[in-house]
């Protein structure tokens, strides 16, 4: 039984520590970064570091490293949204054709695609239902899309006959795009009778993309777990040498009480989160355990991830609250994450459907 | 769920998990699954079972019925007796006074007194906390005045927990009241209970149970041989005991073990639908304590217990804590007069004893954290 990493994944992570550490080596410098157009920057540099691959070569254990490497400076490139779970999917659904013509172009980052799978009022479904095929045409609604205005391509989710299909759409297509609360982008887009390709058979393919979502929840996880890491850093650094009353914040037992229920959190999140990842990483899982696992990776994220990205803010006061200070960034990711990946509630009811599975759930099998 | 353990220890597992399941009798088990009180000779008859087949104190040295196992294995062996409903062997003969004489007393006191100790032929009790002594365990004041070869003992110890059951007491005792520091001047003693002057009243607890004790020692005299070490170094052995006593005690297994049990019982009453939610919940939190547990054990071998070990105790209490208030809940109205509600009261305790939470969350703070 291994939680430690081998001397090549090591090198991966200081490769991408370094990479991402420069590109977004301040607060400031991701805010101006989020502030223009797209809104990430590290983007070129990680293709040509091989880490825009990791998806399609590498197991879940280097995904995981490299996002958590990109959360612990709250990177805004949509790795997971783009690489994990569109092209992902696009890797594990699509004909021998569309692999060939798509899977190395958005390796090398020549193409960003992002999966159109979410809609309006329906939280965390995959089923499609507002936007449905026929004909060669998509009509209907998705929303939220993250970064769907910079992306060459969408892989869409929507109605067939028998389920959910997915399908490639390049243009012919509206979208209203916000910015949304951590920096990024996300976008409304609207379909009607925009030509679309089948991804793959165009058959239902539901449980593909169920599985790419836990999969990308897996590694979303890691980005949170990055973000919490070093959100508890900053706030305990800060303890340390803020002074109220004339004395540094750490001399009163309220606040380092915090800061240690924040560290009992963290310890808890890396455990599942790592877990979760041991269980994506291990070809005798089944899709059903790392569905659960992904749940229980995103509890934590739900959990620990408010915990501590709230308590971080508290714990500054006033400063935690700015633009200016790194902190409240770190939050703004951290809840953004959880947003995305499902909530406690939707979790718990996946996890209650399965109630009956175990009697001791044991993470050793 | 494939968090893989290697081939060995995996059938390391397995022959735990049979020699648990088969050689302990099923009426302790079952009464122990069941939550219920076990009597004193059920506690020894089991861990005699253990100790007959060296499994009783695997952490002791060697030469004295230990095992060369990793911390891993300690932790699956710890594990799996909880899972099986094994009474664990006896924390003060097993993890506390054993491991204490066995690296600390003289060879004469290890002879007369390890195999003994490890085969719960004799019942040890703790004498550590007084009545102005608690998580500020240095401020002691029972007292230990030589007299030729003789301690004269006098004071009160509390929070004895099952001290009448007790044949022996170890004792940490005031032996130089002028020590520069309250710490350098506090011995560690071995008195036999019978010993003329020694009083044990059982306090009443907020269960309706007695299984903590106070203990008056007065004028009770005391053979200097029975003497741990040197005379006001017993700091040091009490603080490697305390180390020793944080170890195992997140109970995930135990923890594990209760929800399940919750859950056949929310489904038998037709309730299940209910509690789901909740059940899944600490299942999860169990499910991130469990692995942090695995990974503090896969980490502290050779060295100091991993810093992480005050996270064990914080959650681990607490959800042993949940988890009692779930199997109350979920007896509604009837919890009122059942054993459930008695030990999740009881249970209260597991945040207080083996240093409280607050003092976890100050060594955090302190240690890990730098603060």
Redesign the interface.
Known sequence: ?E?TIDTEQQSLVQAVRGLVGKTYDSSEARRAVTKAEPGFAAWDQLAEMGVLSLPFEATAAEVSLAAEELGRVIAPDPFVESIVLAGGLINSVGTDEQKSELVDAIAEGQTLPVLAWLEPNRGWSAQAVSVTYSDGKLNGVKSTVVQADRADLLVVSAAVDGGTGLFLVTDGYATETERTHDGSRAATVTFSDTPAVALGDGGDALAALEHALNLARIAYAHEALGAMAVALDIT?GY??TRKQFGVTL?KF?AL??R???M??EL??????I??AT??AA?E??TPE?VA??A??AA??VARAGRHIALDAIQLHGGIGMTAEYSVGHYASRILAIGQMIGDETFH??R??AR?DDH??????? | ??????PE?QKF?EEMREFFTTQIPERIRSKVIARQELSKEEMVESQQILNAAGLAVPGWPLEWGGKDWSQ?QRHIWHEEMQ?AGVPQPLAFNASMVGPVIANFASQELKERFLAKTANLDIWWAQGFSEPDAGSDLASLRTTAVREGDEYVVNGQKTWTTLGQYGDWIFMLVRTDPAAPKKQQGISFLLIDMTTPGVTVRPIELIDGGFEVNEVFFDNVRVPVGNLVGEENAGWTYAKFLLGNERVGIAQVGAS??H??TA?EIAKERGV?DRF??R???L??????????A??VA??SDGGKPHP?SS?LK??GSVLIQAVSELLMDIEGPAATTSWNSRVFLNNRKVSIFGGSN?V???I???T????
């Open positions: 039984m939680f305990v303890l340390k750490n037992q380092t009480f800061a240690a229920d560290y009992v310890e808890l999140a890396r455990s599942a790592t877990w041991i269980v291990d005798g899982s355990d659960a696992a749940s229980h509890l934590q718990l009811d996890l209650a109630i009697t001791v759930l044991d993470p050793i099998g | 769920m494939r968090l893989q353990l290697s220890d597992r891993l899972l594990q073990r929800l399940a859950k299940l789901a939610s059940i899944v919940s299942e999860s939190e169990l499910l991130a304590l469990e692995t942090t695995l990974r896969a980490h992480a996270v914080i959650k607050e976890q969350r100050t955090i703070a302190g890990i954290l730098g603060l």
